[in-house]
């Protein structure tokens, strides 16, 4: 498939935004190290931990059985269709270190290169903070589109804090202490928490610039999607975040240059990829972009460059 067959059938903003996409530009995690790393700031906090699993990249696949009393994020009647892909928050059993090590070390070997794993420290009960996250299941725009946020996939909850900051992330961080992710890189990393003061509304209806910086930020992602359909020659299996970070930066570029088409974002990203990024430096082609060169005319110029790249 070329990328001007893409005319028409870029991915709409719900699509982008449900982050359900085959290849996951993602490191593996060493889990022995992340265990030990999470037993250590578990197991000296005086608070319940619980983990938050989105069973949604175990769909068709082999799943984690979790005990009865574990809690379904998807419970109302409007997503009984979504059920065994619903997230869960899992119980973390610190009474003793041995416990929580085989609890931990058996969800985050399950999870390793999938950002479907987060933990956090909450004076709430597992009951008590589904409750709480009821009301920020369903985002609404400016211009009234509905959408579900799967904020249990690590790469949106990654950013909402950065997005959302006066809105959904106060939210969902309510009565929250800690929250932790393991990243793209397969590292732990500690969410920032909104002040306390923060008051989140009751209703959530993102701004249109919220809603714009969020799809523009799981652009790299939706980019990366195609070219591991289309062109799965260019997806490696090892060190995807080298793969993740080209893609970004001609994501970058196309931001600067006001390259909206996604054919051209996608010319672009291949660009970046078969030359190391360097391409993206090439003046003449930054020009282009500024004269408004697109489609096929913007193929053949990166094609024409792409032989005096050393």
């Keep these: 498939m070329s990328v001007e067959s893409l005319e028409g059938r870029q991915p709409t903003s719900k699509d982008q935004l449900g982050f359900f996409w085959m290849y996951l530009a993602v490191n593996k995690c060493n889990p022995n190290e992340i265990t030990t790393m999470l037993v250590e700031q578990i197991s000296q906090s005086n608070c319940q931990w619980f983990a938050l699993l989105d069973r949604a990249f175990d769909y068709e696949g082999k799943s984690l059985t979790f005990a009865s009393h574990d809690e379904i994020i998807y419970q109302s009647k409007e997503l009984d269709g979504l059920f065994d892909v619903s997230p869960v928050l899992i119980h973390l059993d610190a009474s ?50 509905r ?79 195609w070219i591991s359909e289309n062109m799965p020659e260019l997806a490696p299996k090892e060190k995807k975040m080298d793969f993740y970070r080209q893609v970004e930066q001609a994501c970058h570029l196309a931001s600067q240059e006001n390259v909206r088409s996604f054919p051209d974002q996608v010319s672009l990203a291949i660009a970046a990829i078969l030359s190391q990024t360097k391409l993206l430096d090439n003046q003449v082609l930054k020009f282009a972009l500024r004269q408004g060169v697109s489609g096929n005319d913007l193929n053949r110029v990166i094609v024409d460059l792409m032989v005096t790249i050393d």
């Design 147 to 225: 959408f579900l946020l799967r904020f249990a996939d690590c790469r949106t909850l990654a950013i909402l804090g950065q997005v959302t900051p006066h809105s959904i992330w106060p939210g969902l961080t309510k009565k929250i202490s800690q929250w932790k992710i393991i990243n793209r890189e397969g590292q732990i990393e500690s969410l920032p928490i909104p002040a306390k003061e923060i008051l989140p509304p009751e209703k959530i209806k993102l701004t249109n610039a919220e809603y714009s910086a969020l799809l523009e930020l799981t652009q790299v992602d939706a980019i990366i999607d």
């Design 96 to 145: 003793t270190q041995t416990q929580l090590s085989a609890q931990l070390k058996k969800l985050v070997q399950h999870c390793s290169g999938r950002p479907m794993l987060s933990f956090i420290q909450t004076e709430l009960s597992a009951k008590e903070l589904n409750q709480q996250w009821q009301n920020y299941l369903w985002v609404e725009t400016q211009d009234n589109d």
